[in-house]
């Protein structure tokens, strides 16, 4: 069964960077069969997607806010999906998801479209 484990979340100053990750922990997959992504949630706001890669397609997308600051990667050999994230903001102060998806959800950033969900890990950008 697939079971997403997040890590890295974090207290950082703004400015300062974190690396998430998220590991399949019950098999090996192959990334590459699934559409990723990342999403947050802040209290009192909807979940919103941060940055994905459909499946088939490869390429990054992200949401504005996040446009070169944050990198999503992925690595078959270490079952592994990664949000770099820099130049942290206090705007990104939220709850981070990481989700698989066997199928294109359509559109990627409808989060209720991912089967699978991590349990998330908190990252909180303060002085």
């Known amino acids: 069964q697939l079971q997403l484990v997040e890590s890295g979340g974090g207290l950082v100053q703004p400015g300062g960077s974190l690396r998430l990750s998220c590991r399949n922990s019950?098999?090996?997959?192959?990334?590459?069969?699934?559409?990723i992504g990342w999403f947050r949630q802040a209290p009192g706001k909807e979940r919103e997607a941060v940055s994905w890669?459909?499946?088939?397609?490869?390429?990054?997308y992200y949401t504005d806010s996040v446009k070169g600051r944050f990198a999503i990667s992925k690595n078959n050999a270490e079952n592994t999906i990664y949000l770099q994230m820099n130049n942290l903001k206090p705007e990104d102060t939220a709850a981070y998801y990481c989700?698989?998806?066997?199928?294109?959800?359509?559109?990627?950033?409808?989060?209720?479209?991912?089967?699978?969900w991590g349990q998330g890990t908190q990252v909180t950008v303060s002085s």
């Open positions: 890669i459909r499946r088939g397609d490869g390429s990054p």
């Open positions: 019950g098999f090996t997959l192959n990334l590459d069969d699934y559409a």
């Open positions: 989700a698989l998806d066997p199928d294109n959800p359509d559109p990627p950033v409808s989060w209720a479209s991912y089967d699978y």
